[in-house]
C-alpha cells in the first residue's frame, strides 16, 4: 500500500528566507508525485508535479522539488520565501493516471508554511 | 472560465438531518471525487466516480451517499448515520491524466 509523510506539520520561516518543505514516501510500485498548495478556505490547486523524466520539477512561482528514489522523498524547496506563500502544502503520490481504480491518489498529512515579516 | 463549483460555501446541519453539497464541473472530466478534510489529517477519500451512472466507496464512506447522473454533476449526501460530519469538503475531477482539480470546498457544521 502506498502511504505519504509530511514530516512536519508547521514551518515558520522569516520573509525571504530559503525553506524545505519534507515528504517521504512508500510504494512498492513506480510512481507518480505532486505537491499541491491550499490557501485559507479555499481547494487545493496543484503545484508541481513528478511523472517521469528529469527528477527535478519547477513551478512558475519558484517553488522546486526533487525526486529521490534511493531516498524515497520528494522535497519541497523555495531559496526565498515571500509573505503570499503563507498556506498549506499537500505531497501526494499516486501509482500511476489517477483516474485508474487502482491508482487513487494519497496525499501526506500536511505542512502549513508561515511567513513572518 | 472551465473550473469546478461546490455550493453552498457554508453550510449548518441539525443533528439527524441529511444535507447534499452540490459539485459541477464544466472540464468534461470523466472522473470525479469526493474528499473530507480534517485538520491535522489531511484529505481523506469518500467515494469517486469514473463514469456516469457508476460510483465507488473510498476510505470513509460510511455514512454518506453519491449519484451520478451526469457527467457534470456528482452530488454528495450526508446522511444522519454519519457520526462526526463537521468538516471541509473537497469536490475534484480529472480526466485521463495525471492531475487533479479541485472545486473551492464546503464547510458543514453541525449544531
Known amino acids: 500500500a502506498q502511504s505519504v509523510t509530511q514530516l512536519d506539520s508547521q514551518v515558520p520561516v522569516f520573509e525571504e528566507a530559503p525553506v524545505e518543505l519534507r515528504c517521504n514516501y512508500s510504494?512498492?510500485?513506480?510512481?507518480?508525485l505532486f505537491w499541491y498548495v491550499q490557501y485559507p478556505n479555499q481547494g487545493l490547486q496543484l503545484l508541481l508535479k513528478?511523472?517521469?523524466?528529469?527528477?527535478l520539477v519547477k513551478s512558475i512561482n519558484g517553488f522546486e522539488a526533487e525526486f529521490n528514489k534511493s531516498q524515497t522523498s520528494f522535497h519541497l524547496r523555495k531559496p526565498s520565501v515571500h509573505i503570499s506563500d503563507t498556506a498549506e502544502y499537500f505531497c501526494?503520490?499516486?501509482?500511476?493516471?489517477?483516474?485508474?481504480?487502482?491508482?487513487?491518489?494519497?496525499f501526506g498529512s500536511g505542512t502549513r508554511l508561515s511567513i513572518r515579516p | 472560465d472551465g473550473g469546478i463549483t461546490q455550493s453552498p460555501k457554508y453550510l449548518f446541519r441539525k443533528e439527524g438531518q441529511n444535507v447534499t453539497l452540490s459539485c459541477e464541473q464544466n472540464?468534461?472530466?470523466?472522473?470525479m471525487y469526493w474528499y473530507r478534510q480534517d485538520p491535522g489529517q489531511g484529505l481523506r477519500l469518500i467515494y469517486y466516480?469514473?463514469?456516469?451512472?457508476?460510483?465507488q466507496k473510498g476510505d470513509i464512506a460510511e455514512g454518506y451517499s453519491v449519484s451520478r447522473e451526469k457527467k457534470e454533476s456528482f452530488p454528495l449526501t450526508v446522511t444522519s448515520a454519519q457520526k462526526n460530519p463537521t468538516a471541509f469538503y473537497l469536490c475534484?475531477?480529472?480526466?485521463?491524466?495525471?492531475?487533479?482539480?479541485f472545486g473551492p470546498g464546503t464547510r458543514l457544521t453541525v449544531l
Open positions: 510504494s512498492s510500485v513506480s510512481v507518480y
Open positions: 466516480s469514473q463514469i456516469v451512472n457508476d460510483f
Open positions: 513528478y511523472l517521469s523524466g528529469s527528477t
Open positions: 475534484a475531477s480529472t480526466d485521463r491524466g495525471t492531475e487533479q482539480f
Open positions: 501526494a503520490v499516486s501509482g500511476g493516471p489517477i483516474y485508474s481504480s487502482a491508482s487513487k491518489i494519497i
Open positions: 472540464l468534461n472530466h470523466d472522473a
